[in-house]
């Protein structure tokens, strides 16, 4: 029996998060972890009690919108805020917590990752925002490429 090492294991329950994203373009799924505790997740999807985009359409890919660009003209939250929504309404606090998450945050999302004390992001996937990546390190915050060890 081979047993995955702990960014394996938040990893592959970050990808399972991810499918139950309503979103035509992409399932993400982020997940807050502390002391190897899962703290909460999230993934991306519209505020509850919305339609679902699956049912309106995308208005992105309606009006051609590139992929990282104009977050304000999408129906949905994303991964890492619902993450960040449900642990504040749990009363959590995430604080020198980690964030797995099947992509690297958006500008957005690492303003609001720096705000909540994240400390360190493991992701999967890349994203076009490299301003992203520059105020994440100008914060102090650890983040890296998650590949598995088959991968490499």
């Not at 979103?23 to 002391?35: E, S, W």
């Not at 992105?60 to 939250?77: A, I, N, W």
Request: charged residues 20%; aromatic residues 6%; glycine residues 8%.
């Amino acid at each position: 029996m081979v047993r995955p090492d702990w960014d394996e294991y938040f990893m592959q329950i970050t990808r399972l998060v991810a499918t139950r994203s309503t979103c035509m373009r992409r399932q993400v799924g982020a997940m807050l972890v502390k002391d190897r505790n899962i703290l909460a997740t999230g993934y991306n999807g519209v505020p509850t009690g919305i339609t679902h985009c699956d049912v309106t359409g995308c208005l992105r890919d309606q009006l051609k919108v590139p992929s990282g660009e104009r977050h304000e003209l999408c129906r949905g939250l994303h991964a890492e805020q619902n993450a960040i929504i449900q642990a504040a309404r749990h009363g959590t606090n995430v604080a020198a917590a980690t964030l797995y998450c099947t992509d690297s945050p958006c500008i957005i999302c690492s303003k609001m990752l720096i705000n909540a004390g994240v400390t360190d992001i493991i992701y999967g996937r890349g994203y076009p925002d490299q301003l992203s990546l520059e105020m994440l390190g100008e914060a102090g915050i650890r983040f890296h490429h998650y590949q598995p060890a088959s991968a490499t």
